[in-house]
């Protein structure tokens, strides 16, 4: 099945620096990367994705970039907030009937004022 | 926010009972997941539904199966509660493209 391995394990930024989160898979057919944002209390808030067709999407101060050969794929969150402190997860998943999300470990942000 | 809710919010059980989580949508989605994350780590996939049928099993033992109700929602039932049954478990609705979750039951096994 497939694994998804994620790092770093924690990640300490000061405000309005850049993070950046890196994700592998093992699964050369997963073709879907969400990234997924989940605060104390709460559950993973969908913030990006990216299919396989494409290898960067931008969406204001987040990006994500997919190399699909190495099969790796990046979170990069630009002048970063205190908000922006929480646990992030990436995902892979393949097409078919069920879309079975096999998500890493997570990455600890923390955003210092 | 989703349109996911899930209840109950907390559980506390002792092991060997059985328990019954719920979860629903306002938007009716014709799919639903639910995954189990435990303290620090990645949720993990238990199963899914699709029109009420089940549609893809992780890696989970059979006293962990549920339902989906033709309004959508879902039940997750887990008997013969183990400690490590202890774990946040998330319902999600969606299915080809993106999935939303719900904010989940923390479930407490003494």
């Known amino acids: 099945g497939e694994n998804v391995e994620q790092h770093p394990s924690t990640l300490s930024v000061q405000e309005g620096d850049s993070a950046v989160i890196k994700c592998t898979y093992s699964?050369?057919?997963?073709?879907?990367f969400p990234w997924y944002k989940q605060e104390l209390g709460k559950g993973p808030q969908l913030i990006i994705d990216?299919?396989?067709?494409?290898g960067e999407k931008k969406d204001q101060r987040i990006a994500v970039t997919l190399n699909k050969t190495a099969k790796h794929f990046s979170l990069h969150i630009t002048e970063t907030q205190p908000e922006d402190s929480a646990v992030y997860f990436c995902?892979?998943?393949?097409?078919?009937?069920?879309?079975?999300?096999?998500f890493g470990s997570g990455t600890q942000l923390t955003v210092l004022p | 926010e989703t349109g996911v809710t899930q209840s109950p919010t907390h559980l506390i059980k002792t092991r060997g009972q059985q328990v019954t989580l719920r979860c629903s949508s306002q938007?009716?989605?014709?799919?639903v997941s639910w995954y189990q994350q435990a303290l620090g780590q990645g949720p993990q996939f238990i199963f899914q539904?699709?029109?009420?049928?089940?549609?893809g099993r992780g890696n989970f033992p059979p006293r962990f199966s549920g339902l989906q109700f033709p309004n959508y929602s879902s039940e997750l039932n887990v008997n013969a509660l183990e400690l490590d049954d202890s774990a946040l478990y998330l319902c999600?609705?969606?299915?080809?493209?993106?999935?939303?979750f719900g904010p989940g039951t923390r479930l407490t096994v003494l």
């Open positions: 995902a892979a998943a393949r097409t078919g009937s069920a879309r079975q999300l096999t």
């Open positions: 699964d050369s057919a997963s073709n879907y």
């Open positions: 990216i299919r396989s067709n494409v």
């Open positions: 938007s009716g989605h014709n799919t």
């Open positions: 539904y699709y029109r009420e049928e089940e549609n």
């Open positions: 999600s609705e969606g299915s080809y493209n993106e999935q939303f």
